[in-house]
């Protein structure tokens, strides 16, 4: 890679068409040498890196690469991306989502040079055992700062690391998070042993850095607002007083209580309740009644009056609800609210902030018309208020931008809406996106003008997404609304205070590599060390286990196939797990355990686990199965009593998912190691009459239930005469349709081969 009339020449990306600039290719060709994070701004070209990359390694002919995105709009992003700018045939860069069926993502997969998805499609082709990394080169990892807890990246990078030695990774971000030990964690998660972290002050990335002007706007609430908020507030402090009296919160002021405080207090009441402490079931619903004050006292305050009437339309609801909230009845009961709500109907005026919005971005049009405009909102329903008001103005064309999740009557945007939004918005068609927080991560709208902040976010990750939509191209314009003496305030100073020690912990982190790189020569941060046992060539045990595709996406599924257990997962009509042809298991977590004792689905579930599988076993996972709910010992322990003695079936407690998994590995290994036995998806039944055994043969069969079982048998008479019957033949029983009689003739006819 090297500059010549500007631009990047590679031999795999299209001449004259990226920008030369030497931050650019230089983290590129360190990102080549080992995996690495890069850390650069919003708008300077983390994916220009990453193609950069990207073309080099398959340049070299190394195998696939791998691009995952967290949103289906930033996968479709990338791969138009990829097909614009690389010089390979654009039908070897496949695009992946749920959408796609796991055949055809197989077949995709195994014909692509470079595959751009979701990572929980990956993750799922991987647990199913779908597809294997071994031939990929290359892992991208867009917005890498996902990569903690238990998102669907971690769990792709440890099987990376299993099924490929040579492997390479490349994270990329704009905003890791404030806390060193979060940007430790996504380092080691993802193997990575390099940090490229450029600021918008360094010295080669600041010529490309355009100047964001940033207002504050602090808006004063109208007299009719203070007086509903005094309502409610007031309401409020009778709850926190009570509150305090048992000292589950420290401050009965409404104005100094947080939020969180209130939260902290739900899960010390619930310890309680579980101890047998019944009084606090009073204070239960007293934190409950405090948490939706709050809520409501925060939607009047930073939303506005539609907000805050659709927030009470709902607990009316669930007041008037048979079982419904208990904290819901008791506020309907409080002549306070009542009145605030009968206040509330009464005002005009949604909220002070939508006249603020609509009076900056009409200047900015009227000033420069051909801009574009990006209002950020937390709220569906603020983003609805919104666009109706800014649309009444002919020089504002404003379009809704949301997630693909419905709630309630709001309907999501598909895939297709999306990008369809996204392409009028950049042609013109609209000049303002109303967005929420899914507009915040990588779209690339290159040429937004002004950011409006609807409300502050007290994330110093959101702040950076939402500021970085403008000054891509040109200088750019982020007005920030904030209602004075709200959590506003509070929110905007915690983001800015987040942001300024993140930016501290970035360059401490750089000082730190520059200081090893310095005294050893090399980055060994995060060095991964590795067993002889990974370099010795030996035939491999294969163990596997058939899980039932209701657990697929289970934390113990997981686990398996991190421990190398083969999962095959099926539609299993009885047990989650089989580990041979008499072993299978029911696992159940303590609150499905009482769940399904309550509803008697336990004990049918259990009975046709016996009655299927010599050695059934239990396992329930979790502690505290006494305290969950308001379930008497006795009758919990005549159940567990009633599984062993009268069923035979065995109960094994876990305390958590890993080590459950560590039993079924324990259990299968000990079947098909030392006892040789093969994994059935049915176990031996030695005690059947003719008849059973008649209909258990054809319960096996596609789509066939006990009950079709029966008028199969019923219809024709033999096992033998269904075998031999055509498809037009099955068609004519009641229940059995076209493609069930196609599949069962398969069934029958086709050549049994060796898996």
């Given at each position: 890679m090297y500059t010549e009339n500007v631009y990047v020449k590679h031999d795999l990306i299209k001449p004259k068409s990226i920008e030369y600039r030497e931050y650019q290719v230089s983290i590129a060709i360190s990102a080549l040498k080992q995996s690495t994070l890069v850390v650069l701004p919003t708008g300077m070209g983390k994916t220009v890196i990453a193609l950069l990359v990207i073309a080099e390694k398959l340049k070299r002919n190394e195998g696939k690469v791998l691009f995952l995105a967290p949103t289906k709009p930033l996968v479709s992003q990338h791969a138009s991306f990829l097909r614009e700018f690389l010089l390979i045939d654009k039908e070897k860069i496949a695009q992946f989502t749920g959408e796609i069926s796991p055949l055809k993502r197989k077949l995709q997969w195994e014909k692509s040079l470079v595959i751009v998805s979701t990572p929980q499609v990956i993750e799922n082709d991987l647990v199913s055992g779908k597809l294997n990394l071994s031939d990929v080169c290359l892992i991208v990892f867009d917005e890498a700062h996902r990569a903690v807890g238990e998102y669907s990246y971690v769990f792709v990078s440890k099987m990376y690391k299993k099924q490929r030695v040579d492997r390479l990774v490349l994270g990329i971000t704009a905003s890791p998070g404030s806390e060193i030990e979060k940007i430790l964690e996504i380092c080691k998660n993802l193997g990575i042993k390099n940090i490229e972290i450029r600021t918008s002050y360094d010295p080669d990335v600041r010529p490309y850095v355009h100047d964001i002007h940033l207002i504050w706007k602090k808006i004063e609430l109208p007299e009719d607002f203070r007086r509903i908020i005094e309502l409610l507030e007031d309401a409020l402090r009778e709850r926190l007083e009570a509150l305090k009296e048992e000292g589950l919160v420290d401050t009965s002021s409404p104005s100094r209580i947080a939020k969180k405080k209130l939260i902290d207090a739900q899960a010390i009441i619930q310890k309680a309740l579980k101890e047998g402490k019944e009084k606090y079931f009073h204070y239960a619903s007293l934190q409950n009644e405090a948490l939706k004050l709050y809520h409501a006292v925060e939607l009047l305050k930073t939303q506005g009056v539609s907000a805050a009437k659709r927030f009470f339309e709902k607990i009316k609801e669930e007041a008037k609800t048979k079982g419904g909230s208990r904290a819901s009845k008791n506020l309907m009961k409080d002549q306070r609210v009542l009145d605030a709500i009968a206040r509330l109907n009464t005002i005009k005026v949604e909220h002070p902030k939508i006249n603020v919005v609509v009076d900056v971005v009409k200047k900015q049009f009227e000033a420069k018309p051909d801009s574009r405009v990006i209002v950020f909102t937390h709220y569906r329903d603020t983003a609805i208020e919104v666009e109706k008001e800014l649309n009444l103005h002919d020089i504002i064309r404003a379009k809704r931008f949301v997630g693909q999740a419905t709630r309630g009557e709001e309907k999501g945007m598909s895939q297709k809406e999306q990008a369809e939004v996204i392409k009028k918005f950049r042609e013109g068609i609209y000049n303002t996106l109303i967005a929420t927080s899914v507009a915040e991560e990588g779209i690339d709208i290159p040429s937004t003008d002004m950011v409006v902040f609807y409300e502050p976010v007290p994330s110093e990750i959101r702040t950076i997404q939402r500021r970085g939509r403008t000054a891509r191209k040109r200088a750019g314009k982020v007005v920030v609304l904030i209602a004075k003496n709200t959590p506003d305030e509070?929110?905007?100073?915690?983001?800015?205070?987040?942001?300024?020690?993140?930016?501290?912990?970035?360059?401490?982190?750089?000082?730190?590599?520059?200081?090893?790189?310095?005294?050893?020569?090399?980055?060994?941060?995060?060095?991964?060390?590795?067993?002889?046992?990974?370099?010795?060539?030996?035939?491999?045990?294969?163990?596997?286990?058939?899980?039932?595709?209701?657990?697929?996406?289970?934390?113990?599924?997981?686990?398996?196939?991190?421990?190398?257990?083969?999962?095959?997962?099926?539609?299993?009509?009885?047990?989650?797990?089989?580990?041979?042809n008499r072993v299978a298991i029911e696992r159940k977590s303590v609150d499905d355990f009482l769940e399904s004792m309550i509803s008697g689905k336990l004990f049918r579930q259990l009975a046709e686990l016996k009655q299927n599988y010599p050695k059934p076993v239990l396992v329930i996972e979790g502690d505290d199965i006494f305290g969950r709910r308001n379930i008497s010992h006795t009758s919990i322990l005549g159940s567990l009593a009633s599984i062993i003695l009268d069923y035979g079936i065995p109960i094994l407690n876990t305390k958590n998912h890993k080590e459950t998994a560590d039993l079924l590995t324990v259990m299968l290994k000990r079947e098909q190691r030392e006892e040789k036995r093969e994994v059935a998806l049915r176990g031996d039944k030695r005690t059947m009459s003719i008849e059973e055994r008649q209909r258990y043969i054809l319960e096996g069969l596609p789509n066939v239930s006990a009950v079709l079982a029966k008028r199969l048998l019923r219809h024709f008479k033999t096992i033998r005469n269904i075998a031999n019957a055509e498809e037009e033949d099955l068609f004519q029983v009641d229940g059995i349709g076209r493609v069930t009689a196609k599949e069962i003739v398969e069934i029958f006819t086709r050549p049994y081969t060796e898996p």
């Open positions: 509070g929110y905007y100073w915690s983001s800015l205070r987040k942001e300024k020690r993140m930016r501290r912990e970035l360059e401490y982190l750089r000082r730190e590599i520059k200081k090893r790189m310095e005294k050893y020569g090399k980055v060994d941060l995060f060095s991964e060390q590795k067993k002889l046992t990974d370099f010795k060539d030996c035939e491999k045990e294969e163990f596997r286990i058939v899980v039932d595709s209701r657990e697929c996406r289970s934390q113990v599924v997981k686990e398996l196939n991190e421990k190398g257990i083969r999962t095959e997962i099926k539609n299993l009509p009885v047990a989650d797990y089989v580990i041979s």
